[in-house]
């Protein structure tokens, strides 16, 4: 008899088909002409603000060995447009929706929950908390356990959804930051977000980044991201999401035996968009054959 593995997970009352989802900004409704996306554990839309962002200045994505750099700079239409313009179009989908959302100050996170709050269709929120774009003297705001203890605290009172705080890997002690959210009542930890870097063309003498630095993603940053996941989840109850060079199945298993509830594609999409569909279908093909259900798959790092 084939065994019926249940893919399906509630992740901090997010109730998923599957632990698998695309990472902010590097998937859009586009990718319904490819695939059904209602195949997918969830959709992160891109980080939304509070005004339209025309991003950074050009070049923005630049390749590296085994991954990218990109500097886009969030360059989205704002709060008003996503509402009025994609919200309507993702409410048709039946996944949940999770929006993510960026701000330059702490009041930009509560008026975009704000509005959020007054629209319907939406599972959760992503307090993208790491972009290397926005920074607030100098840091980004998961950089500093107290600007992170006062954001948490102040969003938290604004929904009843679940809040999912996105964290820069750039910190000394993750462990540090992780806890801080978890005290303050974040829902979940998204791990992580991009290394900050650089390229130079030699030849020209010149960043090839027209914003010199860009964040770094893709199969290059796997083994830092995973380390980053590992040492979190040992220390904190609440789940988390793991992303960082994610490519097929056997990738993401390796994050979900560090301790991932969920795991994120994001620059995969853009070589193979179906990796998400295939990193599921290689899920439950090694649960199978490894009898193994998803949680005790989590519990078995040797
Ligand atoms: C082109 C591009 C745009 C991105 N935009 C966002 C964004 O708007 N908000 C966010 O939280 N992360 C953003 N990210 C980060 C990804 O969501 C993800 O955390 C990171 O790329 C690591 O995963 P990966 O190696 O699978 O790409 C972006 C990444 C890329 C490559």
């Given amino acids: 008899m084939i065994m019926k593995i249940d893919l399906s997970i509630n992740l901090a009352g997010i109730k998923m088909k599957n632990p698998v989802m695309v990472a902010s900004g590097t998937f859009n409704l586009e990718y319904a002409k490819i695939f059904d996306l209602n195949k997918l554990g969830a959709i992160i839309t891109k980080s939304i603000t509070l005004k339209p962002r025309a991003g950074n200045p050009p070049p923005r994505i630049v390749e590296t060995p085994f991954g990218i750099l990109n500097s886009i700079g969030l360059e989205n239409a704002g709060i008003e447009s996503f509402v009025l313009k994609e919200l309507p179009l993702y409410k048709k989908l039946k996944l949940p929706l999770i929006v993510s959302i960026a701000g330059k100050t702490e009041q930009e996170y509560v008026d975009l929950i704000k509005i959020l709050e007054k629209e319907a269709g939406i599972s959760a929120y992503e307090l993208n908390l790491s972009c290397p774009n926005i920074k607030k003297g100098g840091i980004v705001f998961s950089q500093s356990p107290e600007i992170l203890s006062s954001l948490i605290k102040k969003t938290l009172t604004l929904t009843r959804l679940p809040l999912i705080a996105k964290l820069t890997p750039e910190v000394n002690d993750i462990v540090k ?72 199945f056997m990738d993401a298993l390796e994050f979900i035996i560090a301790g991932a509830a969920a795991i994120s594609i994001g620059t995969a999409n853009f070589i193979n968009p179906k990796t998400a569909l295939e990193v599921i279908q290689g899920i439950k093909d090694y649960l199978r054959k490894n009898n193994l259900s998803l949680k005790k798959l989590r519990e078995s790092l040797k």
């Fill in 177 to 248: 930051i992780a806890k801080t959210a978890e005290k303050n009542g974040i829902s979940a930890l998204a791990l992580s977000n991009t290394f900050l870097g650089m390229s130079i063309d030699y030849k020209k003498r010149k960043p090839r980044l027209g914003n010199i630095f860009g964040g770094l993603s893709g199969p290059a940053i796997k083994p830092l991201a995973l380390r980053i996941v590992y040492q979190a989840a040992r220390r904190v109850k609440i789940p988390i999401i793991g992303m960082g060079g994610i490519t097929n």
